[in-house]
């Protein structure tokens, strides 16, 4: 007999909504049990048979997908938004599963999202003891050098938040801005900007572009593509067998860190693409740049 967990979570990992959204739901009375409509997001159960979304019959859970959006800047990642903004479901393709986004980006922050159609995945991406490193670019405004950056590989306090190790370098200059590369593993809200402007910089522009082993690569701005089975397959194996890597030390950095510790490369399927944004699009060579002009 599986293990009793509470009703978000079976509906979560069954791809239905977030738990936050289940728990959500639940006070809207749109799920009954054995149709009986549920009044408590802590209804104990072992398995979803006679559970009922909007009166239909919850199916049992398929093999968990996991698809890489480029996500474009001033979209929500939210499932709804009361104020009207635009969010990333109004721009994902309509032929897609039901899926969730594995964590979040800003509003003005654009680069990959991963979505899954897994709760339980969806949660062992999030969680910062998996240790996934994100890598960011960002341009910003102001002056920093790169001694300042390099100091952040012993992690920063700012305002009582402790933020860990980041991998930070500069790579060049254009006019009154500087590109700035940085990877970290915990995610914390906002961790990026908020680092950038302890530093003095105001940022303009951020881009994620790596999570784990998958990359932004080349992508269109709004595309989706899916990550094939096989790879999926491997890139969870490391989750599940594999303790959260271990911090940087010495001379190793995060990037070489990321790079003994995340091997699996993703090879995702052919890209679907959305209608098109007013924001211009990345055309990287490897990671993207800014103006959309390769690297020699």
Same mark, same amino acid.
């Given at each position: 007999?599986?293990?009793?967990?509470?009703?978000?979570?079976?509906?979560?990992?069954?791809?239905?909504?977030?738990?936050?959204?289940?728990?959500?739901?639940?006070?809207?009375?749109?799920?009954?049990?054995?149709?009986?409509?549920?009044?408590?997001?802590?209804?104990?159960?072992?398995?979803?048979?006679?559970?009922?979304?909007?009166?239909?019959?919850?199916?049992?859970?398929?093999?968990? *997908?996991?698809? $890489?959006? @480029?996500?474009?800047? +001033? #979209?929500?990642?939210?499932? &709804?938004?009361?104020? =009207?903004?635009? %969010?990333?479901?109004?721009?994902?393709?309509?032929?897609?599963?039901?899926?969730?986004?594995?964590?979040?980006?800003?509003?003005?922050?654009?680069?990959?999202?991963?979505?899954?159609?897994?709760?339980?995945?969806?949660?062992?991406?999030?969680?910062?003891?998996?240790?996934?490193?994100?890598?960011?670019?960002?341009?910003?405004?102001?002056?920093?050098?790169?001694?300042?950056?390099?100091?952040?590989?012993?992690?920063?306090?700012?305002?009582?938040?402790?933020?860990?190790?980041?991998?930070?370098?500069?790579?060049?200059?254009?006019?009154?801005?500087?590109?700035?590369?940085?990877?970290?593993?915990?995610?914390?809200?906002?961790?990026? *900007?908020?680092? $950038?402007? @302890?530093?003095?910089? +105001? #940022?303009?522009?951020?881009? &994620?572009?790596?999570? =784990?082993?998958? %990359?932004?690569?080349?992508?269109?701005?709004?595309?989706?593509?899916?990550?094939?089975?096989?790879?999926?397959?491997?890139?969870?194996?490391?989750?599940?067998?594999?303790?959260?890597?271990?911090?940087?030390?010495?001379?190793?950095?995060?990037?070489?860190?990321?790079?003994?510790?995340?091997?699996?490369?993703?090879?995702?399927?052919?890209?679907?693409?959305?209608?098109?944004?007013?924001?211009?699009?990345?055309?990287?060579?490897?990671?993207?740049?800014?103006?959309?002009?390769?690297?020699?």
């Amino acid at each position: 007999m599986a293990e009793p967990s509470r009703i978000a979570k079976l509906l979560a990992r069954a791809g239905i909504a977030s738990r936050r959204e289940i728990e959500r739901m639940i006070a809207e009375g749109r799920i009954a049990l054995d149709g009986k409509v549920l009044d408590t997001p802590a209804t104990i159960l072992t398995s979803l048979k006679g559970v009922t979304v909007d009166g239909n019959p919850v199916k049992a859970a398929e093999a968990a *997908r996991l698809f $890489l959006f @480029h996500k474009p800047s +001033s #979209v929500l990642t939210a499932e &709804r938004d009361f104020s =009207g903004r635009q %969010t990333i479901y109004d721009v994902l393709p309509k032929d897609l599963p039901r899926v969730m986004p594995v964590g979040r980006l800003d509003l003005n922050t654009e680069g990959l999202l991963l979505l899954t159609t897994d709760g339980g995945l969806k949660r062992q991406l999030e969680l910062p003891s998996s240790g996934i490193p994100r890598t960011y670019r960002a341009r910003a405004m102001g002056s920093v050098t790169q001694a300042q950056l390099e100091d952040l590989i012993e992690g920063i306090t700012i305002d009582g938040v402790r933020y860990g190790q980041i991998d930070a370098n500069m790579e060049r200059r254009t006019g009154a801005n500087v590109w700035i590369e940085m990877t970290l593993s915990e995610g914390k809200n906002r961790e990026v *900007r908020v680092v $950038l402007e @302890h530093l003095g910089l +105001s #940022v303009n522009r951020l881009i &994620r572009t790596a999570y =784990g082993p998958f %990359t932004l690569g080349g992508s269109a701005v709004g595309s989706v593509a899916e990550v094939d089975e096989n790879t999926l397959t491997k890139f969870k194996a490391t989750l599940a067998t594999t303790p959260k890597p271990r911090a940087p030390t010495g001379e190793t950095s995060i990037r070489q860190h990321q790079r003994d510790n995340w091997r699996v490369k993703a090879k995702p399927a052919p890209r679907t693409a959305v209608k098109p944004t007013s924001r211009p699009t990345v055309k990287p060579t490897g990671r993207p740049r800014p103006g959309g002009k390769p690297r020699p």
